[in-house]
């Protein structure tokens, strides 16, 4: 099972932007949907976006146009562009993982993945 770990979270104003990290390790990184999920205090996690083996995306409706998900599979790297943050954007994000025969594959609910990072914080000041 590949094991994550995210970085490049920190304390950010309004507009400003981050780029978010994840590295996995183990096999198979090409064979694995991706995802972004975020967690703010007191809140349930949430999907923000996910991407498939081969690149294709899905964004929840507030980050789009804002946000961005790609992969480098040749570096078992996951990152998630973010562009004009916003103080609801605060939160604890996550990156998650799971094997998929179907390379055009992603998914947006918490229940598909099966390997999960430590999380990043995010926090965006007004």
């Known amino acids: 099972q590949v094991q994550l770990a995210e970085s490049g979270g920190e304390l950010v104003q309004a507009g400003g932007s981050l780029k978010l990290s994840c590295k996995g390790s183990?096999?198979?990184?090409?064979?694995?949907?991706m995802g972004w999920f975020r967690q703010a205090p007191g809140k349930e996690r949430e999907f923000v976006s996910a991407?498939?083996?081969?690149?294709?995306?899905v964004y929840v409706d507030s980050v789009k146009g804002r946000f961005t998900i790609s992969r480098v599979n040749a570096k078992n790297m996951l990152y998630l562009q973010m562009h004009n943050l916003l103080p609801e954007d605060t939160a604890r994000y996550y990156c998650?993982?799971?094997?998929?025969?179907?390379?055009?594959?992603?998914?947006?609910?918490?229940?598909?993945?099966?390997?999960w990072g430590q999380g990043t914080q995010v926090t965006v000041s007004s």
């Open positions: 998650a993982a799971t094997q998929v025969r179907d390379l055009l594959a992603y998914y947006t609910t918490l229940d598909e993945y099966d390997a």
């Open positions: 991407i498939s083996p081969v690149g294709k995306p």
């Open positions: 183990g096999p198979l990184f090409n064979m694995h949907a």
